[in-house]
């Protein structure tokens, strides 16, 4: 029991890398970004290929699945940025599908369907395999504190308060002078790089990874995460994300209360269930369990 707990925790600190990083484009800057999945994978294959094909050290392959989720963010930025908030989110949407298609079909280089098995971990030799699993939840704690640390000073600095115009008016915040353009890219990019970030630590605990698991649904849990925390606020992502897995595993326990039902209808209850949970969070909390805080100035 106490090893499914670990998984879920460190499952829970995958999802608060995404959560984190959705917040500064969305929460923070207005950016619709439904492609979370395809940015995930490209990092998750780009630690895991360079790892596990080209032998490069974890040390080199975790920073360059950072470098191609921040190049591939800027890029798709650089050409979608001046769309309207719906139509960037198709763009995003099919940019993620783009991803797990070509791991999907260069089979050759990505193992394809059959999953790409990566022995590589870090720090593997100095831990004893049954404490591995909480040394990796550890792990995964740093980076989260870490992406939480650089979260917060982005929101609390000068640059935190614009891209909050932005989101609120980019055409006002354009007028007063700020580079809407530049700002949203940079955002866009560094989000894009805390994915590749969470991708990677991702591919290096599961060691296989398959295009399968890198479907919308991911998206679509990480904009759960977000909206139940509460837009806008880095430590209510915190709470949504874990609460996100505590629903969708909370949830796999259904089959042990009601055992007459078969796999498929199990499988539709639980779904139900897990919109049932989040309706009633939603409608008990609105803006989330944590909400942003309303801003205020204070003369001194």
Not at 18 to 25: F, G, M, P, T, V
Not at 63 to 90: H, Q
């Amino acid at each position: 029991m106490s090893a499914y707990l670990v998984s879920m925790a460190t499952y829970a600190g995958f999802f608060m890398i995404l959560a984190l990083a959705l917040n500064l484009q969305w929460g923070l800057t207005g950016m619709v970004n439904f492609g979370i999945a395809g940015f995930y994978a490209l990092g998750a294959y780009t630690s895991g290929l360079l790892s596990a094909k080209a032998g490069w050290p974890l040390g080199l392959s975790i920073p360059m699945a950072i470098a191609a989720g921040f190049a591939a963010g800027g890029l798709v930025a650089l050409l979608s940025m001046r769309l309207r908030e719906d139509f960037l989110a198709i763009v995003t949407l099919g940019v993620g599908e783009v991803i797990r298609l070509i791991v999907l079909n260069e089979d050759q280089i990505t193992e394809g369907p059959r999953g790409l098995r990566i022995e590589a971990q870090p720090f593997q030799s100095l831990v004893e395999p049954e404490n591995y699993p909480l040394f990796y939840l550890c792990f995964v704690a740093v980076f989260v504190a870490i992406t939480y640390w650089i979260c917060e000073r982005i929101r609390k600095a000068p640059m935190g308060r614009t891209l909050r115009a932005i989101r609120e008016d980019d055409v006002v915040a354009g007028v007063l002078g700020k580079n809407v353009f530049r700002h949203r890219v940079q955002i866009f990019a560094i989000g894009g790089g805390f994915m590749g970030l969470a991708g990677a630590l991702y591919a290096h605990y599961t060691q296989n990874i398959s295009p399968e698991v890198f479907m919308p649904t991911v998206a679509m849990f990480i904009w759960m995460s977000v909206i139940v925390g509460g837009a806008g606020n880095n430590r209510g992502l915190l709470i949504g994300a874990g609460t996100v897995i505590m629903f969708l595993e909370g949830t796999r326990f259904i089959g042990d209360i009601l055992p007459w039902l078969d796999a498929e209808i199990m499988s539709s209850v639980r779904i139900i269930t897990i919109g049932l949970l989040l309706i009633v969070t939603l409608r008990l909390r609105p803006r989330g369990l944590l909400p942003e805080p309303k801003f205020s100035y204070t003369k001194r």
